[in-house]
T-cell receptor
Framework: DQQVKQNSPSLSVQEGRISILNCDYT??????FLWYKKYPAEGPTFLIS?????DKNEDGRFTVFLNKSAKHLSLHIVPSQPGDSAVYFC???????????FGQGTRLTINP | DSGVTQTPKHLITATGQRVTLRCSPR?????VYWYQQSLDQGLQFLIQ???????AKGNILERFSAQQFPDLHSELNLSSLELGDSALYFC?????????????FGPGTRLLVL
């Protein structure tokens, strides 16, 4: 039972354009969502998070949008840079619980 | 650099053997989490320790065990290893436990069981 889904295994975007990564979840008890970036041979690096009481959070080039009614969140990267090429994981947490539930990841490639 | 350290970076061993993976959390963090990432899989939660005590358990096999020591470093012990245990093992840490906290990940240990 995959509670967090990233349906696009890969995404290719031109440098300077917007990258939009999507994530869907099924458990309405999730109240905290995070995005991580992962380079090969490295651990996941925290990017940005959002609480379920918000619908948008912004940090520099990164913005996360949360649509609770649709159980959907997205990560926008503007403008996209070559260094953004990595695998992006969406993760979610149930209030009071300890573990993060991860999606399968989306490989983002930024083309020059 | 997240501040979480893991050793060793790579480990190659044979089926039936036992290995120990080590993790040091960020300075001041009391919680340590262990995750497994197998080929083509997302990260799967194994177990969490908070200030020396087991706090939560996930999909951890009985052959696997962990502990957190008084200096807050943690070890994950994998025994009677099977080919399917080959994976990346990540440790993460956070300041407390259970709240809306970010978990910061170490670089991982790549385990290959031959």
């Amino acid at each position: 039972d995959q509670q967090v889904k990233q349906n696009s295994p890969s995404l290719s975007v031109q440098e300077g354009r917007i990258s939009i990564l999507n994530c869907d979840y099924t458990n309405s008890m999730f109240d905290y969502f995070l995005w991580y970036k992962k380079y090969p041979a490295e651990g996941p690096t925290f990017l940005i998070s959002i609480s379920s009481i918000k619908d948008k959070n912004e940090d520099g080039r990164f913005t996360v949008f949360l649509n609770k009614s649709a159980k959907h969140l997205s990560l926008h990267i503007v403008p996209s840079q070559p260094g953004d090429s990595a695998v992006y994981f969406c993760a979610a947490k149930i209030q009071g619980a300890q573990k993060l539930v991860f999606g399968q990841g989306t490989r983002l490639t930024i083309n020059p | 650099d997240s501040g979480v350290t893991q050793t060793p970076k790579h480990l190659i061993t044979a089926t039936g053997q036992r290995v120990t993976l080590r993790c040091s959390p960020r300075s001041g963090d009391l919680s340590v989490y262990w995750y497994q990432q197998s080929l083509d899989q997302g990260l799967q939660f194994l177990i969490q320790y908070y200030n020396g005590e087991e706090r939560a358990k996930g999909n951890i096999l009985e052959r696997f065990s962990a502990q957190q020591f008084p200096d807050l470093h943690s070890e994950l012990n994998l025994s009677s290893l099977e080919l399917g245990d080959s994976a990346l093992y990540f440790c993460a840490s956070s300041p407390q436990s259970g709240g809306q906290e970010t978990q910061y990940f170490g670089p991982g240990t790549r385990l290959l069981v031959l």
